[in-house]
């Protein structure tokens, strides 16, 4: 099966062709343009790398979050609008499953944390490619507390490493180590792999973002209501 992979959860945004057997091309963007503005010249350039058309395509892996609240709906709203055009399945892939993945192999746990502001990190717990805790937004110091119950070693991997390291290394002291910058980020064929694996299809309808809290519009909305402003 032959799938093109949409990523735009973080501040790196990566695209691939891949199957079960090679990944065709690959690539990946962290730059001061938008993602809205890098994704469909790089979805471009990975089909042309691929000597692929969407056509070909057997269909599009897309991640859903958790992440950045308007990354997630580029990339959501692009894979909707490509699969509808080219009337093929959608696959959706977790953020933080295929952060895990993309650590690559660890004797412990993996886990892959995104910046959720406000002390907060948006994480989860991996071991072997089993996962452990379900994904949620927590205070960091909640966060490392859930994941000592559950192994002795950990791997931190995402965007919130750089944010949170230090407070990390206070709380865990050795048993945490830290992936390297080149394994740190969701790398698009990392969850083009969960997504071949998995093969969860749904339509280009049923294709949704996931969110583990409402956006900050919908937030400052209801605060307007509840003082009473329409």
């Known amino acids: 099966m032959k799938i ?9 945004c990566g695209t691939a062709v891949m199957d079960e057997e090679k990944v065709y091309s690959e690539y990946t963007a962290q730059n001061r343009n938008t993602h809205s503005a890098s994704l469909m010249p790089m979805i471009e350039a990975a089909l ?6 969407l056509k070909d395509l057997d269909a599009i892996a897309a991640v859903t979050g958790p ?21 093929i399945p959608c696959i959706p892939v977790d953020a933080l499953e295929a ?13 892959p944390i995104q910046d959720a502001r406000a002390g907060q990190v ?7 490619g089993e ?50 910058p080149f394994r ?4 698009p064929s990392a969850a083009g792999w969960i997504a ?4 969860e299809k749904t339509d280009y309808l049923g294709l949704q973002a996931t969110y583990l809290r409402p956006p900050n519009a919908q937030k400052n909305k209801k605060l307007l209501e509840a003082m009473g402003h329409e």
């Open 67 to 87: 992440g950045s609240f308007t990354g997630v709906r580029i990339g959501v709203a692009t894979a909707k609008g490509l699969a509808h055009g080219a009337g």
């Open 4 to 12: 093109l992979v949409i990523d735009t959860s973080g501040p790196v």
């Open 184 to 187: 740190s980020y969701l790398r």
């Open 48 to 53: 042309s790398a691929a000597g692929t058309e």
């Open 122 to 128: 948006y994480g989860a717990v991996f071991r072997n």
């Open 99 to 111: 952060l895990a993945e993309s650590a690559g192999c660890y004797d412990g746990a993996v886990c």
């Open 131 to 180: 996962r452990l805790t379900g994904d949620a937004p927590m205070k960091l110091e909640d966060y490392l507390e859930q994941a000592e119950t559950l192994d002795n070693r950990f791997l931190f991997v995402g965007d919130g490493v750089p944010v949170h390291r230090r407070a990390i290394s206070a709380s865990l002291g050795e048993k945490a180590v830290f992936a390297p």
């Open 196 to 199: 071949l694996n998995k093969g």
